[in-house]
């Protein structure tokens, strides 16, 4: 049998069972990989259940530094669900290693020529070294990453650490996570011939990045936006974004003085309740989000249109996942885009922020705060369950101390104190955007009547033509003129001869890299075109015009992005075509390439024909 | 459309402690049908707040959608007002209390609104002690929508179309009850003498206060056979406890003797006064309330006054132990921890 060999380029899967706490090691592992100066990403796959069902966690190591989800079969497989072990022996590559708890004897039908199985009785161990069934069970996932270790030639040292920063301020827990370390570690050294021909060497490629889940960094961002009035209701996937946000809370913005809290987290009766409240909240002059995902946005309509057109600042982070429905629950898509940037009846139009790393939905999320206060109006932050739930290998989070917040056109008592007429909806400045009082602010200047119906300049409700006409198109100018202020595309030229380009968003970015290098290698040169916003920046229709052909690139089945382009730009929709991936899992760079290939080689043969 | 009214004041108008008359608690001119009984609880609320001289401007005026969601446009013209969706007036409020504790809530709701499609956002609203007053302006039907049944019309009552209600009623009162407000009341809005007293003590209340308030609606449901007619419901009622209320400021006279007269102090130092009609009403009992109401009920008649009341009573920002300090007014300085904290953070991703 031929051994599969590679050195920093290769993928680990670990089978296991949800709920048995394996999602540490996992995370362990992949950090430690990491330190070891290694470009790393990892990708949950899990099911819509809570305890017992099969997950795999699957981390791709690589040198070159391509993180996108890889195609093809696994090099290593960690075997530690019995109830999927017939399936996790079949997904090895051939050449591969298969490490699996022997405690229980494979059955001989299992087995397989082309792969290599590396037994270790991980269940009797543990049975033999711990009398609490709870420690039984948690211990088994430290040692196969023990194992792992001089299997994969991982420096013992640098776990060490990480379980030593792990349980910092719980001291106790160091000394037998790492002997459980090294249970493994010695087993392992002991009965297979380490390191295996697929293995990992120190490399310096790391910089200062960091590895982290996209709903963490969103919380943080809401933290550092100045978010402090909160409507939630929870819904996988972004539950997470609204714990993340109350967890740092609990560290960073309770008062040392008082203990009181300078925050308000309401969990809601429902998806309605929790835009509600952080409408309220907008309305009140507090910045206030909720985070919710598919079923979420479709009850939040309503609410959307009215924040619309009464102009009511909030922020809306929407983690999107599969559906229509209720979908495929813990599966990623980019499939409410379209429901997003028409959100509600009527003519209505939101404005999306669709962050790519990390780093950008910190600083998305923070920025939210501010877009929505500026254009009072709803920012919807656009992420997906890949995005929010996996780890990625991210720039580091950072703030700028001078930043002051922009809270927008309100006016104080004083302002209201010197201005002769005040009318809510009066575009004073010319660019859309009207000021605004808060309740409480002046005793007799300044109160306005906020409402869905329609309204004149100073709120007051009319049915007359004109006055809904003239409201209507301040609305489409405040957009225009906002477009200015969001994000703006990222634009990457590696050809002059503007053949091919690529446009895409989201969290699509991470298989860019690999797509662009394959085609590349195939002799097809790409540009590419990162969206980062919509309304979209008058670069992408000069992007989409400057080349020959346009592919939007895109994790659901309806090109929605693709049709948004053709819906609100003047260009030739036989100007692009559609990269559609949307079986739930992160779309691959291999599946982007080949995809455009062969869309290339039709269109060459029509030519031809 | 929109009326404004002239602005003169008659110079011997009477000033409240604040030196405003009794107009600057008015809003615009109504545009609800004559006679409508939503009329009376306006005026009832705009004389209730020049009572108590509250600021008009630091009250928040909230309500859904309905003829009664759009009462708060006719009193508290200094008053910044939110017509929310319908049935959704619940989760602003929430939302906006959150954001600056200090203002008063005033919320304003129909039967429609809140015990048909704001079911759940009132349960839910009740049940988080929010700081305010929720009003409900019952009459049985959908005005707006022009006299279809509201689930607060009891079993038999007629629609404008001749179909009779099928099923039980709502009653909010006792659902408040149950969900846990800590001040619920029911009145009449032809009874401004009960009302007033009501609202006046309603709004000192901390916490949650509910008052549903039967109001006729003239134009679909004023019918005799109606139990939310005027003449019905003046024919019905049974008064649980007469209200009085006294402001803090003013000087609090002893009433002595009176077994079935009972003082509670409310958490601004005023005096809310009962003097019960039935010696054995207990306003502290949250149970006997419940079943009152609808051993009432069952005889045909209508409770109103105030059932129960818990004077000690929290609100959700007690609870959650939120800044004295209003959310909204908190600077950048406290609630951006700035990048020094960002540094160590980033750490722990590593
Ligand atoms: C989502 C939604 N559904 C339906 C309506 C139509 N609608 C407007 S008011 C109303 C009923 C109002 O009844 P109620 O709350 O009892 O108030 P009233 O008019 O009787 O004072 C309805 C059904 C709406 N505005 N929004
Ligand atoms: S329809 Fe009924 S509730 Fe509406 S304004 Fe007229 S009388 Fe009042």
């Given at each position: 049998m031929t051994l599969f060999q590679s050195i920093n380029e290769f993928v680990v899967r670990f089978a296991n069972t949800n709920g048995t706490g394996s999602a540490s090691a996992n995370n362990m592992f992949a950090k430690a990989i990491m330190r070891m100066g290694l470009p790393v990403s990892a990708k949950n796959i899990f099911?819509?259940?809570?305890?017992?069902m099969p997950t795999w966690f699957e981390v791709r190591i690589s040198e070159k530094g391509f993180l996108g989800r890889r195609d093809?079969?696994?090099?290593?497989v960690v075997a530690m669900n019995a109830q999927s072990i017939e399936e996790d022996i079949q997904s090895v590559q051939p050449g591969g290693f298969l490490l699996y708890d022997s405690s229980r004897i494979l059955p001989?039908?299992?087995?397989?020529?082309?792969i290599n199985f590396l037994g270790m009785p991980i269940s009797d161990i543990c049975r033999a070294e711990y009398s609490d069934p709870r420690q039984r069970q948690l211990f088994k996932n430290v040692i196969y990453v023990g194992a792992l270790a001089a299997l994969l030639d991982i420096d013992f040292q640098v776990l060490k650490d990480l379980v030593s920063d792990q349980f910092k301020g719980k001291d106790k827990l160091i000394r037998p996570n790492i002997y459980a370390l090294e249970l493994g570690f010695e087993f392992a050294n002991k009965q297979f011939?380490?390191?295996?021909?697929?293995c990992v060497e120190r490399r310096d490629?790391?910089?200062d990045r960091i590895l982290v889940d996209g709903n963490t960094a969103s919380g943080l961002g809401a933290v550092y936006g100045g978010a402090t009035v909160v409507g939630w209701y929870p819904i996988t996937p972004s539950t997470s974004v609204i714990e993340k946000f109350a967890s740092y809370c609990q560290r960073?913005?309770?008062?040392?003085?008082?203990?009181?809290?300078n925050y308000a987290i309401v969990q809601a009766e429902d998806e309605l309740s929790a835009i509600g409240i952080a409408m309220g909240g907008g309305w009140n002059g507090a910045r206030a989000f909720t985070a919710t995902s598919g079923p979420g946005i479709s009850l939040m309509t309503e609410f959307l249109g009215l924040a619309y057109f009464a102009e009511i600042p909030l922020v809306l982070m929407n983690v999107q996942r599969a559906?229509?429905?209720?979908?495929?629950?813990?599966r990623t898509q980019q499939s409410d885009m379209l429901t997003c940037a028409?959100?509600?009846?009527?003519d209505s139009k939101q404005v999306l922020l669709i962050p790519s790393t990390p780093k950008e939905c910190f600083d998305f999320s923070a920025q939210a705060f501010d877009l929505a206060d500026r254009l009072q109006t709803p920012i919807i932050v656009m992420t997906d369950l890949d995005m929010g739930m996996n780890i990625h290998l991210s720039d580091p989070f950072g703030w700028d101390d001078k930043h002051e917040y922009d809270l927008g056109k309100v006016l104080d008592a004083d302002d209201l104190e010197k201005a002769s007429d005040f009318g809510r909806y009066l575009d004073v400045d010319g660019d859309g955007v009207c000021y605004r009082t808060l309740p409480g602010t002046h005793p007799n200047k300044g109160a306005f009547f906020t409402r869905g119906t329609s309204h004149n300049e100073y709120a007051a409700y009319t049915e007359k033509g004109e006055d809904y006409i003239k409201n209507m198109e301040r609305l489409e100018h405040k957009f225009a003129m906002g477009v200015k202020r969001l994000p703006a595309p990222e634009i990457t030229i590696n050809?002059?001869?503007?053949r091919v380009g690529l446009v895409y968003y989201g969290s699509t970015d991470e298989a860019i890299p690999e797509a662009v290098s394959l085609l590349c290698e195939q002799g097809v040169k790409v540009n590419t075109l990162r969206i980062r916003a919509f309304?979209?920046?008058p670069q992408v229709a000069s992007f989409i015009s400057e080349h020959d052909g346009v592919f939007v690139v895109e994790?659901?089945?309806?090109g929605q992005v693709k049709k948004l382009l053709c819906n609100e730009?003047?260009?030739?929709?036989?100007?692009m075509c559609a990269v559609l991936h949307y079986d739930g899992l992160a779309i691959t760079g291999q599946f982007i390439a080949e995809s455009v290939q062969a869309q290339l080689s039709v269109q060459t043969d029509q030519a031809a024909g | 459309m929109s009326y404004i009214k002239p602005q003169f004041k008659h110079p011997r108008l009477q000033v409240n402690d604040l030196g405003l008359?009794?107009?600057?608690y008015e809003g615009a001119?109504?545009?609800?049908?004559?006679?409508?009984g939503h009329d009376s609880i306006t005026s009832a609320v705009a004389q209730a707040c020049a009572e108590l001289s509250?600021?008009?401007?630091?009250i928040a005026k909230l309500s859904g959608i309905g003829c009664s969601s759009k009462?708060?446009?006719?009193?508290?013209?200094?008053a910044h007002g939110f017509n929310t969706v319908h049935g959704r007036m619940p989760s602003v409020a929430t939302g906006a209390n959150m954001a600056n504790r200090e203002l008063i809530y005033l919320g304003m709701s129909g039967d429609g609104d809140s015990?048909?499609?704001g079911f759940g956002q009132f349960a839910h609203v009740v049940r988080r002690r929010l700081n305010m007053l929720y009003m409900v302006a019952n009459n049985g039907v959908y005005g707006l929508t022009k006299g279809q049944l509201a689930?607060?019309?009891?079993?038999?009552m007629k629609s404008k179309?001749?179909?009779?209600?099928l099923f039980t009623d709502i009653d909010l009162c006792v659902s408040a009850l149950q969900f846990g407000a800590t001040f619920v009341a029911r009145s009449f809005s032809g009874d401004k003498s009960q009302l007033v007293p009501l609202i006046k003590a309603a709004i000192s209340h901390k916490g949650f206060a509910f008052i549903d308030i039967i109001s006729?609606?003239?134009?679909?449901?004023?019918?005799?056979?109606?139990?939310?007619?005027y003449d019905y419901v003046h024919d019905h009622i049974t008064t649980a406890a007469v209200a009085d209320f006294v402001p803090v400021k003013q000087e609090i006279r002893c009433e002595n003797g009176q077994s079935d007269s009972e003082d509670i102090c409310l958490h601004d130092g005023s005096i809310l006064r009962l003097s019960r009609?039935?010696?054995?009403?207990?306003?502290?009992?949250r149970i006997k309330a419940m079943t009152k109401i609808e051993q009432l009920k069952s005889e045909g008649k209508i409770l109103t006054g105030?059932?129960?009341?818990?004077?000690?009573a929290d609100d959700y920002h007690e609870i959650n132990g939120t800044?004295?300090?209003?959310?909204?007014?908190?600077?950048q300085e406290t609630l951006c921890p700035g990048s020094h904290v960002l540094k160590t953070i980033n750490e722990s991703f590593r």
């Open positions: 099911p819509s259940n809570i305890q017992g093809g079969a696994p090099e290593l001989q039908r299992l087995m397989r020529k082309e011939s380490c390191p295996l021909p697929i490629l790391i910089g960073l913005r309770i008062d040392p003085a008082n203990g009181q809290k559906g229509p429905s209720t979908g495929m629950p813990t028409y959100a509600s009846h009527g050809t002059k001869a503007k309304p979209f920046s994790q659901n089945r309806d730009l003047t260009i030739d929709p036989a100007s | 008359t009794h107009r600057d001119l109504s545009t609800l049908c004559a006679g409508c509250l600021p008009p401007h630091k009462a708060p446009t006719y009193f508290l013209n200094n015990a048909s499609i689930a607060t019309a009891e079993q038999g179309s001749g179909e009779a209600s006729p609606c003239v134009t679909f449901n004023n019918n005799p056979d109606s139990n939310r007619s009609i039935d010696a054995d009403y207990d306003a502290h009992d105030l059932m129960y009341i818990d004077p000690e800044s004295d300090a209003p959310l909204n007014s908190l600077k």
